[in-house]
């Protein structure tokens, strides 16, 4: 092994090589030889905001740049350590030297706070920024909502709680490019009604969210309401009054839907065992004719969607019959002080009534005996045509036959002026506006007009 070693000179070959490296060593530590360090995408802070502000009511809007790249040079022991070197470079622009709204190009200044180290590339040199003076306003607030309920429940309108309106910020030439700040509360599987904090979002006429940060909104989130209610479904019913010879206990009464689906307030509801449509009189209905009713409901309680506003109430009556007569004879009185003003011919030329009673009993009338009784005042009136209320006068009716309804309505038409002819218009024809001829009238002394034929 010993002669291994000698034939090789292993020792000296070792005792070389410390030695060389002790002396670059040396070397290097005399020399120091300078080097160069880069770092990207380094920040760059803003100086002169504050007074940009005070002084000329201006804000920094954009830049469009936030960073650079910079590389600095110096002697390796200055440089070596990158993290304590980071530390002590600074990279600015200025905004001291802006006083007017506009874009400008500001040169990009690094500085270096180490002895012998500089500066030897940046990049970009400048950096593009715009400034403006920044102002507010009030945009209104629109909520949604957003999801479907739990079966069997449905949601009412969102509503904003904490506020219907909020403050924006940004840009003069910008704030009119909001139209209204936008909420959304999710109303995936609810149960009952809810409050929760929804974000706010600016949006513009077009229904397009604001995204280039230039405008903010100093209220990030509102409460907004979420009404939930239960779909109710509650029975259909009327009140029925006797008259016209006819009694409740001889009617079938069918309602169409028999009952609707409601939403709303579940105290309200829980009141609710039927809805009532009204009273409905006997004496006035007429058989077998489906008769519109509009569903009430109370406050807090609405319609479901989908469902009739109107209900179909149709009457029968077991052991009733009806008979129904063409009325041609008209009875008109003119109220009016000059009775000549005008003149005036019925339109109509017929009205259909509805008699009520036994067979045998409404084969005893006789259709001449009724007549249409019509008072209205032509001068109020004046020249035009106009639908007014009749009421339907009838002597010797038989006993257990009645009429359905005394009030029609007939059409009038007034004309030209008579007071030069000196013809009194009120033997033709005549009315109220709107239906409203006088009631009560008696028509004893009337002409007698033909009478109409059984329907």
């Excluded at 002169?48 to 390796?76: K, N, Y």
């Excluded at 139209?179 to 974000?199: K, L």
């Excluded at 909104?217 to 779909?231: A, N």
């Excluded at 005893?364 to 045509?385: C, H, P, Q, Y």
Aim: overall charge negative; charged content about 20%; hydrophobic content about 40%.
């Amino acid at each position: 092994m010993s002669q291994f070693i000698k034939k090789h000179d292993i020792w000296l070959r070792l005792l070389s090589l410390v030695l060389a490296f002790v002396l670059w060593a040396i070397v290097m530590d005399e020399e120091n030889p300078n080097r160069t360090v880069s770092f990207s995408d380094f920040p760059v802070t803003v100086k002169g905001e504050s007074q940009l502000l005070a002084v000329h009511g201006l804000s920094l809007i954009e830049a469009e740049a936030d960073g650079v790249f910079v590389q600095v040079s110096g002697p390796r022991n200055q440089i070596q350590n990158k993290d304590d070197l980071r530390r002590r470079i600074t990279a600015e622009i200025d905004l001291s030297g802006i006083s007017e709204p506009g874009e400008y190009d500001l040169a990009v200044s690094v500085v270096v706070s180490r002895a012998g180290v500089e500066v030897s590339s940046i990049s970009p040199r400048s950096i593009h920024v715009r400034v403006d003076k920044v102002t507010t306003a009030t945009v209104p607030v629109r909520v949604d909502a957003a999801g479907t309920p739990a079966n069997g429940y449905r949601i009412g309108k969102p509503e904003p709680v904490t506020t219907d309106r909020v403050t924006i910020e940004g840009p003069a030439s910008e704030l009119d490019g909001v139209a209204y700040a936008y909420a959304v509360i999710s109303a995936e599987g609810r149960q009952a009604t809810v409050t929760e904090d929804c974000a706010l979002t600016l949006y513009s006429d077009a229904g397009q969210p604001i995204t280039n940060g230039h405008v903010t909104c100093k209220t990030g989130k509102i409460k907004v309401r979420l009404p939930v209610y239960p779909i109710e479904t509650i029975p259909l019913t009327v009140t029925l009054k006797d008259g016209g010879t006819v009694s409740a206990a001889q009617t079938k009464v069918s309602i169409e839907p028999g009952s609707i689906n409601v939403v709303g307030d579940p105290n309200v509801i829980a009141g609710m065992s039927v809805i009532n449509l009204g009273e409905i009189d006997l004496g006035s209905i007429k058989i077998d004719v489906p008769l519109e009713i509009r569903i009430p409901l109370p406050d807090g309680v609405r319609l479901d969607e989908g469902q009739p506003q109107y209900a179909k109430v149709t009457v029968t009556v077991d052991g009733v019959s009806t008979r129904k007569l063409q009325v041609t004879s008209f009875v008109p009185t003119d109220t009016a002080a000059d009775t000549g003003a005008y003149q005036t011919a019925v339109v109509t030329p017929q009205v259909e009534v509805e008699l009520r009673g036994s067979e045998s009993a409404l084969a005893e009338v006789d259709a001449n005996s009724f007549k249409i009784g019509l008072t209205f005042d032509s001068s109020a009136l004046g020249a035009g045509t106009h639908s007014i209320k009749g009421v339907v006068v009838v002597s010797g009716l038989p006993a257990g036959v009645a009429l359905v309804e005394e009030d029609v309505q007939v059409m009038i038409e007034i004309t030209g002026t008579g007071s030069d002819t000196g013809e009194d218009p009120a033997g033709d024809a005549g009315g109220t506006p709107d239906g409203g001829g006088a009631e009560g009238m008696m028509p004893t002394d009337a002409p007698d007009g033909e009478g109409g034929s059984a329907a």
